[in-house]
Nanobody
Framework: EVQLQASGGGLVQAGGSLRLSCAAS????????IGWFRQAPGKGREGVAT????????FYSASVKGRFTVSRENAKDTVYLQMNSLKPEDTATYFC?????????????????????WGQGTLVTVSS
């Protein structure tokens, strides 16, 4: 079965850090870019970061650039999202998703319809 499983969410104070993990199974992980999205209550799904299949190119939203880092270990079929300097506005459910290809491009990497497999989400709550 093709699936992604996100984990690592929790409650953290503003200014703190968390690392999310996304474990993949059932497909050739190294051939796909993987993205992170988030959705806060009452809001739409927002692209946070995406990493190319080799890890050689990353994309970030303006709201997290400089604070979040996406990385991957293809040998472990896992993508990570290191989140530092967290703010209350980062509170959301975070999802990882498989991109329809290996190399996203600027301008479309954050388009949810370009991702075909979604994990179940992990909740991140940042208190002020």
């Amino acid at each position: 079965e093709v699936q992604l499983q996100a984990s690592g969410g929790g409650l953290v104070q503003a200014g703190g850090s968390l690392r999310l993990s996304c474990a993949a199974s059932g497909f050739s992980f190294a051939g796909y870019a993987i993205g992170w999205f988030r959705q806060a209550p009452g809001k739409g799904r927002e692209g946070v970061a995406t990493i190319s299949s080799s890890g050689g190119r990353n994309f970030y939203s303006a709201s997290v650039k400089g604070r979040f880092t996406v990385s991957r270990e293809n040998a472990k079929d896992t993508v990570y999202l290191q989140m530092n300097s967290l703010k209350p506005e980062d509170t959301a459910t975070y999802f990882c998703a498989r991109f329809l290809g290996s190399h996203p491009i600027t301008g479309t990497w954050a388009t949810p319809s370009l991702y075909d497999i979604w994990g179940q989400g992990t909740l991140v709550t940042v208190s002020s």
